[in-house]
């Protein structure tokens, strides 16, 4: 049996016309530089998944398809966007690391390896590229993008929303264990780290080469706002918790307060003038108080109830074994120098 | 086993056809009942002995005074997809399916020699999983590499099958794992979880939660032989290996949450780990032939959940 570390590549496709080729080769020459050093590593599948493309991409992947037995095409039958497409070509992989990656060349291949020596050296499981520029070429846009996941990691209480991104590398095992579980509402990333939070970073330059080249970017405000609920549908929003706490503070205080009022009015009978007006602000200040809670413990059966429909497992068991082979290419690589 | 007379209607051409399926277990009694179920057929079931060498010459010459009393040119299909010597199966009981499977393929030798002029193929029903266990993305250019007395076996038979096909057509059939329940047959993997399911019963599924198979549906199987049976004249004798295969690997893991959705409960199961079955094996989709339809999973085990229930429940 083969000692080699296979990697499994999934690339969705939208409209990548342009760029299809240039990546493939890319990815190739990174394949055949493996296979001439011998390398305990293979790309043994690159699957390309075609979310019903809007050019001309249909038509260069069955011609990659054709000529290459590494070379896969999935055909999906209408858009369903980036993260399904991924999950599609995920749950058609079987390697031992699979590559999520985008088909305009903001993602290099060629970092692919140093992705996985961090994974194999940091026993983690996930490594995603995070861009040590902003990737989406305007200051608005990426400003955006880190209040946007930073309000997130605010509101959802999961501290990975950050490094979140297209290039990943994860787990094979993880990777198909957590796509197989994602309903269609579910975001993806959140998917992976309900099975592991052994999740690092590899810092790199990424380019936005369709901003660059003033075509329009893959990244708008729609997007953004979409992504927000479907985080907030597969997350455990934590923000109704800080409800459930406003609700037993009023209660308490409104218990309090009615105290207060009673012995007032024991000791000074009369002191207020408007009759009513207490138990009315006492009343209003209690049952609004219940009224909180009881919403927030519907609020978290409701939450426990989709987490499990999303298919959040109760347990997973991970081998994070590696030969020694992989460990010595690597030592030899990237420490000894 | 069972001779299957029927008449093919194909492109407006009659064929009168014969086919004798040795075998009824999943795959043999699928494609009988795909027979029966698109022609008007007569079934008739004779004894053929698979541990008596000397038996066996007896019930193969009965076998062929049946095939003489037909009319001359008829075309015969000598399926076999005998598969007593399971997965898990060890030399020795693998050594009586050897013996049987020679005295067919002699038996088929002979037919073709003593029947010029009618079409005779025989169709060997091998397995993708026992040729290239351990294996993952499996292509045109990987090799068998048997891990277990079941998969030398089928290579065995191939090997056998190429050396012998002197007179005869051949296809040889590569399946994954087959799954789908027809009554009084082996019951695999999935239908077992299945009806213990049913039954609110335990399930000991051996294989580690991640382990990646290639499943394909049985009824697909047979679509795709009796096409083959039919269309003689597609029939290539240089290119007659199928992969009949989904190209999908799935894992266990998948498995059981689609079956959970199909049965709307929980299964209750664990995994017992043997280490000889938890290697993953997977298949590029580049080998799934072109007229070979896949039956999606989820609509696989729906159907094989529905047999079950209509037999059993």
């Known amino acids: 049996m083969s000692d080699k570390i296979i990697l499994s590549i999934v690339i969705p496709v939208y409209s990548g016309e342009q760029f299809l080729l240039k990546l493939f080769n890319r990815i190739n020459e990174l394949r055949n530089r493996w296979l001439e050093d011998n390398a305990p590593i293979e790309i043994r599948e690159l699957i390309f998944v075609d979310d019903n493309s809007i050019d001309n991409s249909s038509v260069i992947l069955a011609d990659l398809c054709i000529n290459n037995i590494w070379v896969n095409c999935l055909k999906m039958s209408k858009n369903f966007g980036q993260h399904p497409a991924s999950i599609a070509g995920i749950l058609h992989t079987s390697g031992n690391w699979v590559v999520t990656l985008d088909e305009d060349l903001q993602h290099p291949p060629e970092k692919i390896e140093l992705m996985l020596y961090k994974a194999i050296s940091q026993d983690l499981d996930i490594v995603y590229a995070s861009p040590l520029n902003g990737p989406h070429g305007k200051i608005s846009r990426d400003l955006t993008s880190v209040l946007f996941k ?72 729609l997007k953004l706002f979409s992504h927000a609920r479907k985080l907030l549908l597969s997350t455990q929003v934590r923000i109704y918790r800080l409800f459930a706490l406003l609700g037993v503070l009023l209660f308490a205080f409104g218990v309090l307060y009615s105290g207060y009022i009673f012995v007032n009015e024991f000791l000074h009978p009369g002191k207020y003038g408007s009759r009513g007006w207490p138990s009315l602000i006492i009343s209003t200040m209690i049952f609004g108080a219940t009224s909180i809670i009881l919403l927030s413990i519907v609020l978290e059966y409701i939450s426990l109830i989709t987490l499990k429909i999303q298919g959040k497992p109760v347990f997973y068991v991970i081998n994070r074994n590696m030969s020694n082979e992989i460990k010595k290419y690597f030592k030899s690589k990237y420490e000894n120098s | 086993m069972k001779i299957v007379e029927f008449n093919s209607n194909n492109k407006n051409e009659v064929h009168k056809q014969i086919v004798l399926i040795f075998g009824i277990g999943l795959i043999g009694t699928s494609i009988l009942n795909k027979i029966q179920s698109l022609f008007l057929s007569n079934v008739t079931t004779l004894n053929f002995s698979w541990d008596n060498e000397y038996q066996q010459n007896i019930d193969l010459n009965n076998i062929i005074k049946i095939i003489f009393q037909q009319e001359k040119g008829i075309n015969i299909d000598v399926i076999w997809c005998a598969g007593k010597a399971g997965f898990f199966s060890t030399q020795e009981s693998i ?134 049976i039919v269309n003689l004249k597609e029939i290539n004798r240089h290119n007659n290996i199928y992969y009949l295969v989904s190209g999908k690997p799935t894992s266990i893991e998948e498995i059981m949450m689609i079956l959970e959705n199909i049965l709307n409960k929980k299964i209750y199961y664990s995994y017992n780990l043997i280490q000889t079955n938890t290697l993953d094996n997977s298949f590029n989709m580049k080998l799934v032939p072109y007229n070979f339809i896949n039956t999606p999973l989820s609509l696989g085990l729906e159907k094989t959940y529905n047999d079950l229930l209509s037999f059993n429940f």
């Open chain 2, 95 to 228: 050594n009586d399916e050897i013996q049987s499977y020679k005295s067919v393929l002699k038996f088929v030798n002979d037919l073709s020699i003593q029947m010029k002029g009618s079409i005779i193929t025989f169709h060997l029903f091998s397995s993708a999983g026992g040729l290239f266990e351990g294996q993952n993305s499996v292509s045109d250019a990987s090799l068998p590499k048997p891990l277990r007395p079941y998969g030398y076996l089928k290579q065995l038979q191939e090997n056998l099958l190429l050396e012998n096909s002197v007179d005869f057509n051949f296809i040889i059939y590569r399946p994954s794992s087959v799954y789908g329940y027809i009554p009084n047959t082996r019951i695999g993997l999935i239908s077992n979880i299945l009806y213990k399911s049913i039954r609110n019963e335990f399930v000991e599924i051996f294989a580690s939660k991640s382990s990646l198979r290639d499943y394909v549906y049985v009824e697909d199987i047979s679509s795709f032989v009796i096409g083959k």
């Open chain 1, 150 to 221: 930073k309000f997130m990691v605010l509101l959802t209480g999961d501290s990975n929303i950050p490094l979140y991104n297209s290039f990943r590398l994860i787990r094979g095992d993880i990777a198909r264990s957590a796509s197989s579980v994602c309903s269609h509402d579910t975001y993806l990333d959140v998917s992976f780290s309900w099975f592991t939070k052994a999740i690092g970073k590899y810092e790199l330059e990424l380019n936005d080469l369709r901003s660059e080249n003033g075509q329009k970017s893959g990244y708008s405000f």
